[in-house]
């Protein structure tokens, strides 16, 4: 997988893209002046849209449902990071630094780490080969078993047909 599917993955987990805010919409002129033209064409990250992506690392649980004092504090980072103006990759770099990689919501798209996203492939590629091999089979096996499986059922004896008789007459009229 490629940097850019991978890219394009996290942001369809984390939610819409773009739902965030633009730059210099909280009123910080300064931040939106100094950026000029290449920072109105990158929105500007927010605390809601990186807490989705980013963990607790005491809780082990994604930092916008985590309420403990640690988590207090992480969001106290990086509300003070989006502050100083800085993107979604600068800050999630910088909680790399500060609390180490567990800080990530998904693991990395390269190495050992790579396995999260390729196993599950793998697997879904094997069942579906596994299906186109075998349906066939298990579909001619049961005609096998079974040739006559269109034959035509046996007439009814006298009997049974003078009873099958009575009973329709009899709930037609009921």
């Known amino acids: 997988m490629t940097a850019a599917t991978l890219a394009?993955?996290?942001a369809l987990l984390a939610g819409m893209p773009g739902a965030s805010g633009t730059a210099?919409?909280?009123?910080?002129?300064?931040?939106?002046g100094t950026a000029g033209a290449a920072g109105a064409a990158k929105p500007r990250a927010s605390l809601p849209q990186i807490e989705r992506q980013v963990m607790c690392v005491t809780c082990k649980i994604p930092l916008n449902v985590a309420e403990s004092t640690q988590a207090d504090r992480e969001r106290a980072f990086i509300q003070s990071l989006i502050d100083d103006g800085r993107d979604e990759a600068q800050i999630k770099r910088?909680?790399?630094?500060?609390?180490?990689?567990?800080?990530?919501?998904?693991?990395a798209d390269h190495g050992?780490?790579?396995?999260?996203?390729?196993v599950p492939l793998a697997a879904v590629i094997a069942l579906?080969?596994?299906?186109?091999?075998?349906?066939p089979r298990w579909r001619r096996r049961a005609r096998e078993r079974d040739p006559g499986g269109?034959?035509?059922t046996p007439a009814l004896s006298a009997s049974d047909?003078?009873?099958?008789?009575?009973?329709?007459?009899?709930?037609d009229r009921g």
Do not use: K
């Open 24 to 32: 210099g919409a909280s009123g910080t002129a300064g931040a939106a």
């Open 94 to 107: 910088a909680l790399v630094g500060q609390y180490g990689a567990s800080v990530l919501g998904l693991p």
């Open 150 to 152: 269109d034959a035509p």
């Open 8 to 10: 394009a993955l996290a």
């Open 112 to 118: 050992f780490d790579a396995a999260a996203y390729l």
């Open 128 to 135: 579906v080969a596994m299906l186109i091999v075998l349906l």
């Open 161 to 171: 047909a003078a009873r099958l008789d009575s009973d329709l007459a009899r709930f």
